[in-house]
C-alpha cells in the first residue's frame, strides 16, 4: 500500500447550532459519550502515527469537532507527521482559529460550511479572513437553499477571491434552470452537485485507495455503504482492499462521488480533494454528469 485516504467519523455526535436541515442540531452528548469519542480519536491518531505508508485523513464527524480540544490537537499533531499527506475537517468555524498557528499548514486543510441564521455574519466573515490571513488552506460552502442565495453572493463578494466558495445542493430541492444558473454564477462546479450521480456499476476509488472508518476502528469503504471491511487495529482490512464498482443507485454527496472515477473530480480538484478546493477556478464543469 502507498497511500491510503482515510474518511474518520467517531462517535461524536454533538453541535452547537440547531440547523432545520440537519438531524444532528443542537443534539449534546454525554460525558461518557465525550471521554469515549476522545479516547477513540487518540487510538486512531496512534495508529496513524505508527504507519509506514502515506496517509491523508478527513475528520467527518456528525456534530462540531473542532469545539473540542482533542480534534484541535489531533488535526496539529497529525500535520506535523512527514508521513500524512493532507489532514482536514468538516467544520462550521464556530471555535477561534488561534490554534493553527501550531500546525504544519503545508499539510492542514478546513472544510468550512456557513449557516445562516446560527452565526453573525460578520463573526463567521471575520474567522475566515483570520484564515487567509494566517495561510491556512481552507474552502467554504453553504447549503443552496433559496433563502440562502442573498448570503451566499455576499459572502463571494466579501471572501477573498482566492478561496473557494461551494454550494451543496438542498436536499430534496429540486432546481430550475434559472435557479441552477444562479447558483452556478456563485460556484462554477454547482452543476456537479445539483443533481444525485447515477452510481451503480461505477468503477470508485472507496475500498480500495479511500475508506470509511469509525471510531471502533470498523472499515467500510465509506459512509454510504454499510458493507464491512474489516478492522483497522487488527489489519484485517488490508486484504479486503481492492476495485469493485459501487453498489448504490446513486451518489449525493461530495464526500462520495468525488471517488467516482468516470467523473474525473480527481483532475478537477487536484491537490484538493479532501478540503474541496479545485485545482483551477472559474474553469469549465468537468465532462461526466451521470
Given at each position: 500500500?502507498?497511500?491510503?485516504?482515510?474518511?474518520?467519523?467517531?462517535?461524536?455526535s454533538?453541535?452547537?447550532?440547531?440547523?432545520?436541515?440537519?438531524?444532528?442540531?443542537?443534539?449534546?452528548?454525554?460525558?461518557?459519550?465525550?471521554?469515549?469519542?476522545?479516547?477513540?480519536l487518540?487510538?486512531?491518531?496512534?495508529?496513524?502515527?505508527r504507519?509506514?505508508?502515506?496517509?491523508?485523513?478527513?475528520?467527518?464527524?456528525?456534530?462540531?469537532?473542532?469545539?473540542?480540544s482533542?480534534?484541535?490537537?489531533?488535526?496539529?499533531d497529525l500535520?506535523?507527521?512527514p508521513?500524512?499527506?493532507?489532514?482536514?475537517?468538516?467544520?462550521n468555524?464556530?471555535?477561534?482559529?488561534?490554534?493553527?498557528?501550531?500546525?504544519d499548514?503545508?499539510?492542514?486543510?478546513?472544510?468550512?460550511?456557513?449557516?445562516?441564521?446560527?452565526?453573525?455574519y460578520?463573526?463567521?466573515?471575520?474567522?475566515?479572513?483570520e484564515?487567509?490571513?494566517?495561510?491556512?488552506?481552507?474552502?467554504v460552502?453553504?447549503?443552496?437553499?433559496?433563502?440562502?442565495?442573498?448570503?451566499?453572493?455576499?459572502?463571494?463578494?466579501?471572501?477573498?477571491a482566492?478561496?473557494?466558495?461551494?454550494?451543496?445542493?438542498?436536499?430534496g430541492?429540486?432546481?430550475?434552470d434559472?435557479?441552477?444558473?444562479?447558483?452556478?454564477?456563485?460556484?462554477?462546479?454547482?452543476?456537479?452537485s445539483?443533481?444525485?450521480?447515477?452510481?451503480?456499476?461505477?468503477?470508485?476509488?472507496?475500498?480500495?485507495?479511500?475508506?470509511?472508518v469509525?471510531g471502533?476502528?470498523t472499515?467500510?469503504?465509506?459512509?454510504?455503504?454499510?458493507?464491512?471491511?474489516?478492522?483497522?487495529?487488527?489489519?484485517?482490512f488490508?486484504?479486503a482492499?481492492?476495485?469493485?464498482?459501487?453498489?448504490?443507485?446513486?451518489?449525493?454527496?461530495?464526500?462520495?462521488?468525488?471517488?467516482?472515477?468516470?467523473?474525473?473530480?480527481?483532475?478537477?480538484?487536484?491537490g484538493?480533494?479532501?478540503?474541496?478546493?479545485?485545482?483551477?477556478?472559474?474553469?469549465?464543469?468537468?465532462?461526466?454528469?451521470?
Amino acid at each position: 500500500m502507498e497511500h491510503l485516504t482515510i474518511l474518520y467519523r467517531g462517535p461524536l455526535s454533538s453541535c452547537d447550532y440547531d440547523c432545520p436541515y440537519c438531524p444532528f442540531a443542537k443534539r449534546r452528548d454525554t460525558p461518557e459519550q465525550l471521554r469515549a469519542d476522545r479516547a477513540a480519536l487518540e487510538r486512531f491518531t496512534d495508529w496513524v502515527s505508527r504507519q509506514d505508508h502515506r496517509v491523508s485523513v478527513l475528520f467527518t464527524p456528525w456534530g462540531e469537532g473542532l469545539v473540542r480540544s482533542w480534534y484541535r490537537r489531533a488535526l496539529t499533531d497529525l500535520s506535523h507527521m512527514p508521513h500524512v499527506e493532507r489532514v482536514a475537517i468538516q467544520t462550521n468555524l464556530s471555535h477561534r482559529v488561534a490554534w493553527t498557528s501550531g500546525a504544519d499548514l503545508a499539510r492542514l486543510a478546513l472544510w468550512a460550511t456557513y449557516h445562516p441564521g446560527q452565526v453573525p455574519y460578520d463573526r463567521f466573515l471575520g474567522r475566515c479572513l483570520e484564515l487567509a490571513e494566517r495561510g491556512v488552506r481552507f474552502s467554504v460552502g453553504i447549503v443552496g437553499l433559496p433563502e440562502h442565495l442573498d448570503a451566499a453572493r455576499r459572502l463571494r463578494a466579501d471572501l477573498p477571491a482566492g478561496t473557494y466558495l461551494w454550494v451543496n445542493a438542498a436536499e430534496g430541492h429540486v432546481y430550475d434552470d434559472a435557479e441552477a444558473d444562479l447558483w452556478t454564477g456563485i460556484d462554477p462546479l454547482f452543476p456537479v452537485s445539483r443533481h444525485p450521480h447515477r452510481s451503480r456499476g461505477l468503477a470508485c476509488r472507496t475500498g480500495e485507495t479511500v475508506v470509511s472508518v469509525d471510531g471502533d476502528g470498523t472499515v467500510r469503504r465509506c459512509h454510504f455503504v454499510p458493507a464491512v471491511l474489516g478492522n483497522l487495529y487488527d489489519g484485517s482490512f488490508r486484504d479486503a482492499l481492492k476495485p469493485r464498482p459501487c453498489p448504490n443507485d446513486t451518489c449525493d454527496c461530495h464526500i462520495g462521488y468525488v471517488h467516482l472515477v468516470p467523473l474525473g473530480l480527481y483532475d478537477t480538484f487536484a491537490g484538493g480533494v479532501l478540503e474541496r478546493i479545485p485545482a483551477l477556478f472559474g474553469s469549465a464543469v468537468p465532462e461526466g454528469r451521470r
